[in-house]
């Protein structure tokens, strides 16, 4: 593996890097005091940052099918998934953030030209948003075959029925169209082939929002997380993606980069989480001398570092191996940095919050916020305990045939 960024990349990083430092930090404070006027709309200046985003070309950067974006390979698109998640509403001025970035992926790989036409032109050129409905409250959705929402054939239409919860991005008044996953053929008795996945406009009649969920105490907004009910939800049968009993091959296909975006992201937090607690503990005077003079707090920078670079290295392999080989044959790689990538962020973010006191809990830093982030993300894309398993079963059986 070549760890030198090519030409391109490297002019990608700088550009992004003077865009985030011009305009998205000092903007950061200016979003949230936006959000409080309008909760689940779009903040100025936000919309302001995108047009300016689009104007310098730093957009769509995670498509990696360039007639729709970039072009760029997963270890391409690493570092600046990285530079992105150091601001949790970065991702969005730069058009990358999920879940319309999974969606735009799948309609790219699996949409109709029917489906491209109206529904991933709309959201490449950032004019919308959208939501992937999956999780159901009534089941274990860590096992995705248990999911109960019916998608039944109904002469030229599907009715769908069914309840989903934290709904990630639903809330958002731009959000327009959800790719939800269901089942068409519950007697199946495969039951990898019972799903699938099929577009549902927000606006369609039976769709109905019950409340935002959050997340220790979040909203998440303007993006939030939505609670639905789908009551005899009726849309044409060309909505389906794909074709029925493929929805776990559709969510085969999406999940792979959406978790190597997920970490890169979590590792642009956890860096910006060490650099504050280095400027804060040579800031802090406790006992008469900075807080860095003491050996805990040292050690704690030290482990931080550490731990991130070694996330850093591993979920850059799993690119590496996915870009070369696939993502089937790096599966075990997406599930190691799956594994340690929200756990890192985690503890480095907890660390960081120790050391900014009391302040580090509240809304003055990022670190509260992002350490909501990071939890959540060991139960999105799949919850640690499903990788470990699953990880596990596969090295026992290689190692213990030998």
Not at 205 to 217: K, L
Not at 231 to 242: E, G, H, M, T, Y
Not at 338 to 365: E, S, T, W, Y
Request: net charge neutral; charged share 25%; glycine share 8%.
């Amino acid at each position: 593996m070549n760890f030198e960024y090519s030409e391109r990349v490297t002019e990608l990083l700088e550009r992004l890097r003077a865009f985030m430092a011009e305009h998205v930090y000092p903007a950061e404070k200016t979003f949230h005091q936006q959000l409080q006027q309008d909760r689940w709309g779009e903040p100025p200046v936000l919309r302001e940052l995108k047009a300016k985003a689009r104007q310098a070309e730093l957009w769509n950067l995670f498509m990696p099918d360039a007639r729709f974006g970039a072009g760029l390979t997963n270890l391409e698109y690493a570092p600046l998934a990285e530079e992105m998640g150091r601001v949790l509403f970065a991702p969005e001025v730069f058009n990358c953030s999920a879940p319309d970035t999974g969606n735009m992926e799948v309609l790219a790989q699996y949409g109709s030209p029917e489906q491209q036409e109206r529904w991933l032109q709309p959201l490449l050129k950032g004019e919308i948003r959208s939501a992937f409905a999956m999780t159901e409250p009534a089941v274990a959705s860590s096992d995705a075959t248990n999911i109960e929402t019916s998608i039944v054939r109904d002469g030229e239409d599907y009715v769908i029925n069914g309840h989903k919860f934290y709904i990630s991005g639903v809330l958002n008044r731009r959000c327009k169209v959800l790719i939800l996953m269901g089942k068409t053929d519950a007697e199946n008795p495969d039951r990898y082939r019972q799903q699938s996945q099929i577009l549902v406009p927000v606006d369609t009649p039976g769709v109905r929002i019950i409340r935002p969920m959050t997340v220790f105490g979040y909203d998440d907004a303007p993006e939030g997380h939505g609670e639905i009910i789908f009551d005899n939800v009726r849309v044409p049968a060309q909505n389906l993606i794909l074709g029925e009993g493929r929805g776990f091959e559709i969510a085969q296909g999406r999940l792979g980069p959406g978790r190597i975006h997920h970490c890169m992201r979590l590792i642009g937090q956890a860096q910006r989480a060490l650099e504050m607690m280095a400027r804060r503990c040579e800031e802090r005077i406790a006992f008469g001398r900075p807080l860095s003079k003491q050996g805990s707090v040292r050690e704690d920078i030290a482990k931080s570092a550490c731990e991130i670079e070694q996330a850093r290295l591993l979920t850059l392999k799993a690119a590496d191996q996915m870009d070369r080989h696939g993502n089937k044959a790096a599966k075990e790689l997406i599930a190691m940095i799956k594994i340690v990538a929200p756990q890192m962020a985690c503890n480095v973010i907890d660390r960081a919050i120790q050391i900014h006191g009391a302040a580090g809990l509240g809304q003055d830093f990022a670190l509260a916020h992002q350490y909501a982030y990071a939890r959540a993300i060991r139960l999105a894309d799949g919850p640690d305990q499903v990788h470990m398993m699953q990880l596990g079963r596969n090295l026992a059986a290689r190692y213990g045939a030998n």
